[in-house]
């Protein structure tokens, strides 16, 4: 799979993942349901990345326009699943175990905060229109920094 550096107005190539219940999902299934929020997070239970998948399961919940949310991060689908659960999140998340999808997308922390991990997510959101066109992308190289709710919100507002 070739890495690619997506700018705004690029075609997303198309990528398929588990999710959290064992089923194979195409980001081209939720592009066909209206603009797309993918966010890639670092790891499942670490703190900052459960406040912003709860952020964003909160806005929904609110009837804010997130688009149709799905998050990404290196970890199993078991322990996806475990963390769905654990915060009701309602949105699919998916494994890229392989780190196949981090590698495309140009999201790769490598290594991640000293600890020395190697191939984690960066923390990263993306929003894709309903002909699979990047129009909002935010990369952090701080694990710790959240991203942008408001103006996320405000692309997908735009395409809705």
């Given at each position: 799979m070739t890495v690619v550096v997506l700018r705004i107005g690029q075609k997303v190539p198309d990528f398929s993942l588990f999710d959290s219940e064992g089923k194979e999902r195409k980001l081209s299934e939720f592009i066909q349901k209206g603009p797309v929020t993918v966010l890639f997070f670092p790891f499942a239970f670490s703190g900052v990345c459960d406040r912003e998948m709860c952020v964003f399961r909160d806005s929904v919940g609110a009837g804010q326009r997130m688009g149709?949310?799905?998050?990404?991060?290196?970890?199993?689908?078991?322990?996806?699943?475990?963390?769905?659960?654990?915060?009701?999140?309602?949105?699919?998340l998916l494994s890229d175990y392989n780190r196949k999808v981090i590698k495309m997308f140009a999201v790769v922390q490598d290594p991640w905060v000293g600890f020395g991990y190697k191939g984690v997510a960066k923390r990263a959101a993306f929003v894709i229109d309903r002909k699979g066109i990047?129009?909002?992308?935010?990369?952090?190289?701080?694990?710790?920094?959240?991203p942008p709710y408001n103006e996320i919100a405000e692309v997908v507002a735009k395409l809705s």
């Open positions: 149709n949310v799905t998050g990404i991060s290196t970890d199993s689908i078991f322990t996806l699943k475990v963390f769905a659960e654990t915060y009701n999140l309602g949105f699919p990047l129009r909002y992308r935010w990369i952090s190289d701080d694990p710790g920094q959240e």
